[in-house]
Nanobody, 123 residues
């Protein structure tokens, strides 16, 4: 079970940190991802922490601004979002799965999903 939190309303240029609390040993055992879905759009990949090589991966639009990290002891994954832009406005979802490297950005490669937390960036 995944529980996302930390969303809110922020001005452009501001920061937010999203948290995803997991049950059991999920964070240690699974690749953890963050996705987002803006109104009227499909859910899209944001970032992932690959369990196999301990590397982080990002979609191009957030590189240099967002950082994914995990705390195995706390069984929690974070998404630090800096220099937020209005186009980052979306509902953010955390996910867990065991995708192969080429499928990290594939929504269908994740089989556990949190409930979503809303991020609104005003201009």
């Amino acid at each position: 079970q995944l529980q996302a939190s930390g969303g809110g309303l922020v001005q452009a240029g501001g920061s937010l940190r999203l948290s995803c609390a997991a049950s059991g040993g999920t964070v240690r055992s699974y690749t953890m991802g963050w996705f987002r879905q803006a109104p009227g759009k499909e859910r899209e990949f944001v970032a992932a922490f690959n369990r196999n090589n301990n590397n982080a991966y990002y979609t191009d639009s957030v590189k240099g601004r967002f950082t994914i990290s995990r705390d195995i002891r706390e069984n929690t994954v974070y998404l630090q979002m800096n220099s937020l832009k209005p186009e980052d406005t979306a509902v953010y979802y955390c996910a867990a799965g065991r995708p192969i490297l080429s499928s990290l950005a594939d929504v269908n490669a994740y089989n556990q999903w949190g409930q979503g937390t809303e991020v609104t960036v005003s201009s």
